[in-house]
């Protein structure tokens, strides 16, 4: 489908931007960049860095990592013009 057509050029995106040798495991990363696609990222008030680089070490706005940089612990997206489904690689 489309979808997946764009989810896997946003994930093509991702590995030549150096996504895979930043701190995020990649299957995080991926969730990140579907929510960003599936709620119409482009289109949220704030989304400074997102689908640039690492998503802890370029500090994607509203994404907070824990102490080692190593895992997304928390998203804070609240009143930012999200529209859309939560992707399912949420809950994987």
Known sequence: TVGRVLQSLIL???LLSGAV?????????????ALYKDTNGPNWYL???WLKGDPCDDNWFG???????????Q??????????????????
């Open 21 to 33: 040798f930043g701190a995020a495991p990649l299957s995080e990363t991926a969730a990140l960049a």
């Open 75 to 92: 998203l804070d997206l609240l009143f930012n013009n999200l529209n859309g489904r939560i992707p399912s690689e949420l809950g994987q």
């Open 63 to 73: 994404v907070q990592c824990d102490d080692g940089g190593d895992h997304i612990q």
């Open 47 to 49: 989304n400074d860095n």
């Open 12 to 14: 093509v995106e991702l």
